[in-house]
């Protein structure tokens, strides 16, 4: 088969995975975390009319460069364009791999490797929801791309400067970045000091680099810590308190499935071992095991999916390292130690999920297509041609297959989406969202009777309150608190009241069992009498009710 039929057939299939994406996209935002947090805030923005401190959401204080884009199709009342432009930092980050492979292998292998990370499933499913880690991806993998670029264009400060501003806006996008910033400002010194020609180079000068890469990629950073030092005097809030006193998971909501590793107390390799009921073989697999095992929705199963490929295909890239050109050593290199050192700083401080070790992405699969490339290259080199001739057929079925397991993905999404009688008019927005957020008609209810006044508690609904047009907060610490205090119903309704609260959403079987896990004999009794007399249900449906707070009820 020819190079230009091979680009031909890639860029057929680009073209179809791109397409299967926008189609994808074109339904209501339902992700979790879309209405937690990444749309969830910039709304409260705009209706408060800039940014202000939410102190019931802890996710607030996240930096928020790529949140802010998606405040402006929210202003004009549009929630899915947002996933449009995350999808677009996915393109992006297709585009700048396709660039950097092509000047190191051949057009049709970046145009595979730029195929083979937009249809990883991981990045699909990214694709299609209003998240920021697309836009990590992107900026902690351009900062990478510059940083080797600096070293090849013989340390020219302008590359350098680059790659910090590009690393300082991913942090800006998700604090995993800090880790990017750590590798990178580690790597500085180390590889200017081996590479730069002419004499040997003192320590201090090294270490300049060093901090000129920190001080621009802060500087770059500062405005979230800026915000945060007011807001909380810690500017990188709650980051610190996740990692030294790790807060409480947030209780999932209906619809979905329950947190596995409730006990945030517990280690790393606790969790697995004790709550996962992994034995200390499966553990030490877990490096391996992510890039096979992974599923959506599991904790366990790192809540995502990779492809087999992306681990076995690097593999190739340092087969005969002897004959690679230095620069070429040197990026491979750089590329490897950035994706380990990475995952093991994500592995150790955190219960391991596959979106927080994105970044990794983009390197592995240009790792990926060096150690195809290599391997064409070898295959090519052999006299006999029956060895050439099935060579080149096993490594396009290794290539083909490694696309064929993420286009599985990709029909398995239109399974699960199932945006075609959406977008055909067959179901409407309000069926869709209730389709997958059973707890829409209650809000649609408050959106609609209650009045604009009201503040309304959401009791175990997984923090989603996106849809709500109402004031409101997660109120599940706060009625904690209140029920210890209490010691009377008329306390309980006192002490709501003197909050501001006048009304509650609540997810019945998850408040059920977590009243009974918790409370006991008098607390108990004093609940079901504040029920009966000072709350009144205004609405249920599928087991999610809307209560007004009353005084005493005759």
């Known amino acids: 088969m020819s190079k230009r039929v091979i680009s031909i057939i890639l860029l057929i299939l680009l073209s179809a995975l791109i397409a299967s994406i926008i189609v994808l996209s074109s339904v209501p935002p339902v992700a979790k975390d879309e209405l937690v947090h990444h749309l969830a805030v910039p709304k409260l923005y705009l209706k408060h009319g800039g940014i202000y401190e939410i102190p019931f959401m802890d996710f607030s204080y996240y930096p928020m460069n790529v949140d802010l884009l998606y405040l402006i199709p929210l202003y004009f009342g549009n929630d ?5 432009i995350h999808f677009a930092f996915a393109l992006l980050t297709a ?4 660039r950097y492979l092509q000047g190191k292998t051949s057009r049709e292998f970046a145009l595979f ?7 990883i499933p991981i990045i699909v499913k990214l694709s299609v929801t209003a998240y920021v880690d697309l836009g990590l991806i992107f900026f902690s993998f351009a900062s990478l791309v510059c940083f080797l670029r600096w070293i090849e264009s013989g340390f020219r400060r302008r590359f350098l400067i680059l790659s910090a501003v590009l690393c300082g806006l991913g942090l800006g996008t998700k604090y995993n970045g800090l880790v990017t910033l750590f590798l990178l400002t580690l790597f500085v010194p180390l590889l200017y000091s081996r590479y730069h020609p002419g004499a040997r180079l003192g320590f201090f000068k090294a270490s300049g680099q060093a901090f000129i890469f920190f001080l621009v990629s802060m500087l770059v950073f500062s405005p979230w810590m800026i915000r945060n030092y007011h807001w909380k005097e810690n500017p990188i809030y709650p980051l ?16 979905e499935e329950q947190e596995e590793n409730s006990d945030s107390g517990l280690g790393v390799f606790v969790i697995r071992e004790r709550v996962y009921q992994e034995r200390p073989w499966e553990i030490a697999l877990v490096p391996v095991r992510i890039f096979f095992a992974g599923r959506d929705g599991s904790p366990k199963h790192f809540d995502g999916e990779l492809n087999p490929f992306l681990l076995l295909f690097p593999l190739l890239a340092f087969w005969r390292m002897k004959q690679d050109q230095r620069m070429v050593k040197t990026e491979k290199k750089v590329m490897l130690a950035f994706s380990v050192l990475f ?3 994500a592995f150790f401080t955190s219960d391991l999920r596959i979106r927080y070790i994105a970044p990794i992405i983009a390197p592995l699969v240009v790792l990926s297509v060096f150690g195809l490339a290599k391997t064409a290259v070898f295959v090519r080199s052999m006299q006999k041609e029956k060895i050439r001739r099935y060579g080149s057929a096993a490594i396009g079925f290794a290539a083909a297959l490694a696309l064929f397991l993420n286009g599985e993905y990709v029909l398995r999404q239109f399974e699960s989406v199932q945006p075609s009688s959406y977008i055909a008019g067959k179901v409407s927005r309000e069926e869709y969202i209730t389709r997958y957020r059973p707890e829409y008609p209650a809000i649609k209810f408050i ?3 209650l009045p604009a006044d009201a503040l309304v508690s959401f009791l175990f609904l997984g923090r989603r309150g996106y849809y709500c047009d109402r004031n409101y907060f997660h109120g599940e610490g706060r009625l904690e608190s209140i029920l210890k205090e209490a010691r009377t119903p008329g306390d309980i309704q006192a002490l709501l009241s003197r909050s501001g609260t006048t009304h ?9 069992k977590w009243v009974i896990n918790n409370f006991h004999d008098e607390k108990l ?10 709350t009144k249900i205004m609405f249920n449906n599928n087991s999610i009710s809307v209560l007004s707070l009353e005084q005493a009820l005759s």
């Open 80 to 84: 899915i364009i947002p996933k449009f």
């Open 95 to 98: 585009w700048l791999i396709f």
């Open 113 to 119: 490797g730029a195929l083979f990370f937009l249809s």
């Open 240 to 255: 610190y308190n996740h990692w030294f006193n790790a807060p409480d998971k947030p209780h999932s909501g209906p619809g």
């Open 343 to 345: 995952f093991a700083i």
């Open 447 to 449: 959106n609609e009777h």
């Open 504 to 512: 509650l959403i609540v997810y019945d079987p998850l408040f059920a």
């Open 525 to 534: 009794n004093n609940l079901n009498i504040f029920f009966k007399k000072y």
